[in-house]
């Protein structure tokens, strides 16, 4: 079945921007309600924390549609919370609070996740 771990009987949860200030909490929250989590990120080296939660750590640039793709498989939720308070370069708002979160809504539905928020 998809999303979930047939070993366990547990469901996968896969959270973009799980090293940001809302997704940590996000991803210890869920980790604790017994969801096995994917944590999405651009950069492994700010994921090592993840690994004391018993959350694995996937790199997932929005920018990488395969990485996305495949982080995406098998989930049964995924969670989108990249997002910035500055653009550092024009239209990054529009790329990654639009473009991105709809690409990876697409992906999402494509992989057979059943709840994207």
Known sequence: MRGENMDAGRKTAVIFGAAGFVGRNVVAALARGGWDVRAGVRSM???????????????????????TARALQGAALAVNLVGILAEARAGDFARLHAQAAGRLATQAAAAGVGQFV
Not at 46 to 58: F, I, N, S, T
């Open 45 to 67: 080296a700010a994921a090592k924390w993840l690994r004391e939660l018993g959350v694995e750590p996937v790199l997932a640039p929005l920018e990488s549609s395969d990485a």
